[in-house]
């Protein structure tokens, strides 16, 4: 499920080793709680990051299904193709398609067969350099019990990479092994809601951590959602209104750090649950050659290994906050 395959040597101060934990980091998530914005701001955010100093960390635009007729509206002047004026050509320069991860609903009001129709139309309209070039190659659907998955999967072209979100807050027992477990195999992604705009919906550090932990167990990559705007944990606004709910907030850092050390079987639930809850900007070292929590150390190679294979990004509906805190991060 990994973004945009740019190298981050164009990051400036940024060292190498946090350059690989932050490559292709950050689907946009602009149309999405807190920020929730129009089509026509999303895209043209979109575009701003993809020629940004930035762009290596961004990954793919995130859209519901049902609005991808809207992103063809509003974002067809730019994206790459040979159709755009001169007035748009430096924003739609002359690049990769731009590539979205569609919001798939699983319900029976909404059948996933009309979405995956609109995925369809979608890719073949975009496929021509005049339409601007965009695809759809993944999807990301919420799954309420481990039964779904079959049947979820039996439907889904094989085409398209899938992340399946998981109910972690509402786990049976509060035992996400089984879910997971489901997936082995599957060639299909987990997915962990990290947060949203109220602090009931943010699981707690031991859960995040478990959640990994059954991901590297099961040999099931994952992505993450929501709450991750921050590079450390701390207390934050849950929203962008004028007098915002204030709550606790996990930190991306923390997350693939310890998605990196987890996914190279270096440390365990209990340490995962540490680094997660870890305040102290002190405790993380990201240098040319190594990302370290502590006493924990993973070389850059293993740091890019697991994030390409592991790892593979979180949705966030600002990219501006996350990219300014990690830039903050390294030049303390």
């Not at 992103?71 to 002359?94: I, N, Q």
């Not at 699981?203 to 993450?224: G, L, N, Y």
């Not at 949705?315 to 300014?324: K, L, Q």
Request: contains cysteine; hydrophobic residues 45%.
């Amino acid at each position: 499920m990994n973004g945009n395959p740019q190298n981050l040597a164009t990051s400036g101060s940024i060292p190498k080793a946090a350059q690989a934990l932050a490559q292709g980091l950050i689907d946009y998530a602009g149309l999405f709680p807190p920020a929730k914005l129009d089509v026509p701001t999303a895209v043209e955010n979109y575009a701003r990051y993809l020629r940004s100093e930035r762009a290596p960390m961004l990954g793919r635009f995130i859209c519901p299904a049902a609005k991808l007729g809207e992103v063809t509206k509003h974002a067809a002047m730019l994206m790459p193709g040979t159709f755009a004026t001169s007035g748009y050509r430096e924003m739609a320069g002359d690049g990769e398609p731009w590539r979205i991860s569609a919001i798939v609903p699983h319900h029976s009001q909404t059948p996933i067969e009309d979405s995956l129709e609109q995925i369809r139309a979608f890719n073949h309209h975009h496929e021509a350099e005049d339409a601007g070039l965009a695809v759809v190659d993944a999807i990301e659907t919420p799954i309420k019990e481990v039964g779904e998955i079959d049947a979820l999967l039996d439907v889904v072209p094989e085409q398209l990479a899938i992340a399946i979100e998981v109910p972690v807050l509402t786990a049976p027992g509060g035992d996400i092994r089984g879910s997971i477990a489901a997936l082995a195999g599957t060639g299909a992604a987990a997915k962990i809601r990290c947060g949203g705009v109220t602090q009931d919906a943010f699981p707690s550090a031991r859960q995040i951590a478990e959640f990994m932990v059954a991901c590297r167990t099961a040999a099931v990559p994952f992505k993450a959602t929501a709450g991750l705007h921050h590079a450390m944990p701390g207390e934050y606004r849950l929203t962008y209104d004028d007098n915002p709910p204030m709550g606790h907030m996990h930190g991306f850092v923390n997350v693939f750090t310890a998605a990196v050390l987890i996914g190279a079987k270096a440390i365990d639930a209990d340490q995962a649950t540490a680094i997660l809850e870890d305040t102290d900007p002190t405790s993380f070292v990201l240098t040319a050659d190594t990302v370290s929590w502590r006493d924990h150390t993973a070389p850059i190679a293993t740091v890019a290994e697991q994030r390409s294979r592991f790892a593979l990004s979180y949705g966030s509906c600002s990219f501006d906050e996350p990219t300014e805190e990690l830039a903050d991060l390294v030049k303390r």
